[in-house]
C-alpha cells in the first residue's frame, strides 16, 4: 500500500527556535494535509494543500506543497511550549470518499 | 468543517469482551472512516464505512473482529470484538465533507486499554 515517509521522527528544541518536517512518498497525491495531535485527544488540521507548489500559511506555520506532488514540508517559526506535541502529514487521492494515508509522525518536544 | 463526537473518550476492559465506540455528526456525511493508533504510532485505517451497505475493511482487520454499523448519514459505531491486550490502542472516528479539496475532521478518540 502507499506509504509516507515522514521525517525527523521527533525533535527537542528551544523555544523560540524556528521547526522544519517533511514527508515524501512513492506515490502522487492530490491534497496534502499537516495535522497536530496532543495527547488523549484526536488530530485537528492545522494546514491544508491542494495545488502543487502551493504554499500556505497559518499564524507561525507555513506548510508547501511539492511540486512533484510526492511531497510536502511544515516549517513553524519561534516555536513557543503550547507547541508540543505531534505532527501529521497525510496525503490523499481523489475525493471526500478516499480516506488519508498518514506519515508516522513527527514528535516535537519544546524546551522553555 | 463538521463536529464529531466519540464516545467513550476512554475505558478500561477486560479480556474476552467487547466494547462498541460511537460517533455522531453534526452534519450529513457520505463516509466514515475508523483508524487504530497503538501506542507511540501512526494511525491505521481499519475500515471505510458506508451508509447502507457493508464496510469495507483493510487488510489485516476482519468484520468479527471489528463489525461495524452505519445506520444513517450522520452516525457509526465500531466493535471491538473478543478484546485482548493487542487490542489496547486509541480507535478513532473520521469523516470528510463530500466533494473534492475538503479535509478530514476528527472525533476526539477512544483510548482503549484491556488488562
Redesign the interface.
Known sequence: ?QQLNQSPQSMFIQEGEDVSMNCTSSSIF??W?WYKQDP??????LI?L?KAGELTSNGRLTAQFGITRKDSFLNISASIPSDVGIY?C?G?LG???T??V????TRLSVIA | ?AVIS?KP??DICQRGTSLTIQCQVDSQV??M?WYRQQPG?????IA?A?QGSEATYE?GFVIDKFPISRPNLTFSTLTVSNMSPEDSSIY?C?S??????????????T?LTVV
Open positions: 500500500g492530490n491534497t494535509l488523549g485527544e484526536g488530530p485537528v488540521l491544508a491542494y501529521f497525510a490523499q475525493s471526500g470518499n480516506p488519508l498518514f506519515g508516522k509522525g | 468543517s466519540q473518550s476512554r457520505t463516509m472512516f504510532q501512526s494511525l491505521t485505517l471505510t458506508n487488510s478513532l473520521s470528510r465533507i463530500a466533494g473534492w479539496n475538503t479535509e478530514a475532521f476528527f472525533g476526539q478518540g483510548r
